[in-house]
């Protein structure tokens, strides 16, 4: 791909088109492995599905952060407790991965319980947008965030919910209902939000934050966040699987997912890579350098709704699926609104980064360099 640098308008189109097509492998994948037997497909049951996948996600993320040795940050502020001495930032970085931990299984767990697929994804993107507006809003108001939400990110904000209304609502099969008829659905659905909420503003807090002579190092905190979020995740999941048969009916559903797996589970550990890979442009698109939280979640969610309907034609004309229907399309319309929005504000963001020296280089030679 073209070179290009940290923070310029370059590196975030190069980080949602990996993220997009990183995102529709995925999903297509998804849809494949647990579809019905009755029509040729694997029909992976539901509970193998999430156990083998969240294991091939965890597994990509260590492996790439052990090898790059990602987690090691450089901090202005280190702690010492005892012998041991950390950068300040793993007190809130950890925390981040924890609810990371959270987030991975309840979005599928919500994908299980809901009778529509659609809705769940409609539900964790929507909210993720109106989150990240929220947290711009706090952090404005503690003094941690000095820039101001261009007018075309409210805009691009206000389109983006009408897309995900209108396939919630007028879409049938998106059974928008159907949430709140389901008590655990309801609980694993605020688990989902409250983890995301405080995921979403610990790295604007990070990105916010960082003083005169100390890098955003994204990486860094990636690689953090992954190594609490894993470790959590297996955990929690041995555990579960220790807890003796009978304990409920989820519970025992877990304990047949993983002990009587399908011959299909290595491409499902396959399939939770992909997986683990999307996870790396998701981060690095939420805490894109420079930007609002408005903009940078706008432009994750966006990315991920554009991939979902384009997963589902895929899915139509591969594999028999049905193909999106008339609200999808004006759903699309809307998002691309959006996305117009987004792009009269990037121009914006980025001219008045290169003024103050936070984009430099050979793609932008004109931006002085920061001391």
């Known amino acids: 791909m073209f070179k290009t640098n940290e923070g310029s308008t370059g590196r975030l189109v190069q980080l949602c088109l990996a993220y997009l097509l990183t995102y529709v492998v995925y999903s297509v994948a998804t849809k494949y492995y647990t579809g019905p037997a009755a029509r040729g497909l694997p029909g992976v049951d539901n509970w193998e599905f999430l156990v083998y996948s969240t294991l091939g996600g965890s597994l990509v993320c260590l492996a790439v952060v052990s090898a790059f040795r990602w987690a090691r940050m450089e901090s202005a502020n280190m702690i010492a407790w005892g012998p041991v001495r950390f950068p300040a930032e793993y007190l809130y970085i950890i925390p981040s991965g924890i609810c990371t931990a959270v987030v991975i299984p309840t979005t599928t767990l919500l994908y299980m319980l809901l009778r529509s697929v659609m809705v769940a994804m409609l539900i964790m993107r929507g909210s993720v947008i109106i989150f990240s507006r929220i947290i711009d809003a706090i ?111 989820v519970l025992d559903s877990l304990h047949r997912g993983y002990l009587a797996a399908s011959a299909h589970w290595p491409m499902v550990v396959a399939s939770g890579g992909v997986f683990g890979v999307v996870a790396f442009f998701s981060v690095f698109i939420f805490m894109f350098k420079g930007r609002t939280a408005t903009f940078a979640g706008l432009s994750n969610r966006l990315t991920s709704l554009v991939a979902g309907t384009l997963a589902t034609l895929l899915f139509a004309l591969f594999f028999g699926g049905k193909y999106p229907q008339a ?26 980064l290169k003024r103050e020296g936070d984009i430099c280089g050979p793609e932008n030679p004109a931006a002085p360099a920061k001391a």
Request: net charge positive; proline share 1%; aromatic share 12%.
């Open 139 to 249: 952090q404005i108001r503690q003094g941690i965030l000095h820039k101001k939400v261009y007018w075309e990110e409210e805009v691009a904000v206000l389109f983006a919910i009408a897309a995900v209304g209108l396939q919630m609502f007028f879409v049938k099969e998106a059974g928008g209902s159907d949430l709140v008829k389901n008590t655990l659905a309801m609980l694993v659905l605020g688990s989902y939000l409250l983890a995301y909420f405080i995921r979403i503003y610990i790295m604007n807090y990070y990105k916010n934050t960082r003083g005169k002579g100390c890098r955003q190092d994204n990486k860094a905190f990636f690689g953090v966040e992954q190594l609490a979020a894993s470790a959590t995740i297996l955990l929690a999941l041995a555990a579960l699987l220790l807890l003796p048969a009978g304990s409920g009916k």
């Open 327 to 352: 609200g999808d399309w004006v759903a699309l319309v809307f998002i691309f609104a959006a996305v117009a929005f987004m792009t009269r504000a990037e121009s914006k963001r980025a001219a008045e």
